[in-house]
């Protein structure tokens, strides 16, 4: 199974890389530094180290704090929400020609909720016996 990306967030003392290109918390490059430099770094400061973007030459790491970060995952979430992922969500509905006036007007109601939250419903109707 490929892994799955890790949510944006702190990540500790584990860096898979030895050189670092590092972003302070005001948005400043400091530049490429080693790991270890750049540990010290948020330790001095009392800071996070956060994984921006992993596949730069080399991978770019940002000092935040922890409300930074708190914040961006606020602003991901919201992103997230407001753009639904590509790709068609198909919702299927079958019901025989028989179905209970109660049953059709729950089922009709289940089927708006789906057309408003833009997935393309497919209805079967199957004959009654």
């Not at 602003?75 to 019901?95: D, I, Q």
Request: hydrophobic content about 35%.
């Amino acid at each position: 199974e490929p892994k799955k990306k890790a949510a944006f967030g702190s990540v500790g003392r584990r860096i898979p890389y030895r050189i670092l290109h590092v972003i302070n918390q005001d948005g400043e490059s400091l530049g490429n530094m080693h790991r270890a430099e750049a540990l010290k770094l948020m330790d001095q400061h009392d800071l996070k180290l956060v994984l921006l973007r992993e596949n730069a030459e080399p991978p770019v790491y940002r000092l935040m704090t922890g409300q930074q970060i708190h914040e961006e995952q606020l602003r991901r979430a919201e992103t997230k929400k407001a753009n639904p992922k590509a790709g068609m969500y198909v919702k299927e509905l079958s019901f025989s020609s028989a179905i209970a006036k109660n049953d059709l007007e729950t089922k009709t109601k289940q089927i708006s909720q789906w057309i408003e939250k833009k997935y393309h419903v497919k209805v079967t109707i199957r004959q009654a016996k």
